[in-house]
């Protein structure tokens, strides 16, 4: 089983109804933009907020590796931590925390099933995103194959960064695809992603050409992907498609995750590339460019 760093219940925005969002952990892309860098790295991973920490010292006293000091820039590590997570257990503030829990399958359809009057009176789901859900297809489909036979309806919320024959296998399974169009242009969306995209875009023509449901997600941000070029080409390719659907949610760019880098000890952005929100002017401009190819974009969701 994949580690998993959140679980997210009457959640609005990660498909249709009221629904339940489980996050896996581990992603072969780094977006310099990601506004989840809890979710990258495999494994569990200790967090650290600075500005939380009270000076307490009980996880200093707590931890049995002596992996612990107290400095001024706060709690530090040493390699005698195993990951154990007493630190985390007896903060009183909760600074120190650790993102990466290994949860069974069962334990899972079990918090699924608590939000199934919800679901119901919405016509909402569970959602599995991450990171990315498709680095676990096993886990994933047997995940996908326990909601079915219960009822709940399924999306999975993807980069389709993986083999074909394992977006083949999960799309037998999975009602609606969530999937996040990052860039058109294959060097930039390496430079920005860390991977090409050839293996994206062939993946969603498999999905669009199999009648497969799916809603595209664009993350807007000026300077990386929200020019006249690169709208277009994106609206060109989609609409190319034999996509019923034809809708777009365009995600503006923002820096609420920017603290997050610092609580894993990564820096946010690190090569300082110019990152802001479009205007309102520019994404109604992108969404009036859409609709010239038929495409119904909106801001959101």
């Known amino acids: 089983m994949p580690f998993f760093f959140d679980i997210k219940r009457y959640s609005i925005h990660d498909g249709p109804g009221i629904r339940i969002t489980i996050f896996m952990k581990g992603c072969p ?4 933009w990601c506004h989840n860098p809890e979710g990258i790295a495999l494994g569990k991973q200790k967090m650290y907020n600075r500005k939380k920490c009270i000076g307490c010292r009980r996880c200093i006293e707590s931890c049995q590796s002596q992996a612990l000091a107290l400095s001024s820039a706060g ?3 040493n390699s ?13 503030s909760r600074a120190m925390e650790i993102s990466g829990v290994e949860y069974s399958i069962d334990y899972l359809m079990n918090e699924v099933a608590k939000e199934m009057i919800f679901m119901d009176y919405s016509g909402g ?7 990315e859900p498709l680095l676990f297809p096993d886990s994933l489909h047997e995940l996908l194959l326990r909601c079915k036979a219960i009822g709940v309806h399924r999306a999975v919320d993807t980069s389709l960064y993986a083999k074909s024959e394992t977006v083949a296998s999960i799309m037998k399974e999975t009602d609606i695809f969530l999937i996040d169009l990052k860039h058109m242009d294959s ?3 390496k430079q920005f992603c860390g991977v090409s995209n050839e293996m994206v875009l062939s993946n969603l023509r498999m999905i669009a050409k199999a009648g497969k449901d799916f809603l595209i997600r664009i993350p807007l941000i000026e300077g990386i992907n929200a020019d006249e070029d690169n709208i277009t080409r994106s609206a060109e390719f989609l ?11 365009l995600l503006p ?5 920017s603290d997050k880098y610092k609580k ?14 479009p205007t309102p002017e520019q994404q109604y401009y992108c969404i009036e460019i859409f609709q010239q190819y038929g495409i119904i974009a909106t801001i959101g969701g």
């Open 253 to 257: 760019y923002h820096e609420a995750a």
């Open 239 to 249: 609409a190319s498609l034999p996509w019923k659907r034809k809708t777009v949610n």
């Open 264 to 277: 894993t000890g990564a820096m946010f952005n690190p090569n300082k590339i110019p990152l802001s929100t």
């Open 125 to 131: 789901g569970v959602t599995f995103c991450g990171g």
């Open 80 to 92: 005698h931590c195993t990951l154990c997570g007493q630190c985390a257990k007896v903060c009183p």
């Open 29 to 32: 892309l780094s977006c310099i």
């Open 187 to 189: 060097h930039k969306h």
């Open 75 to 77: 709690i530090e590590s």
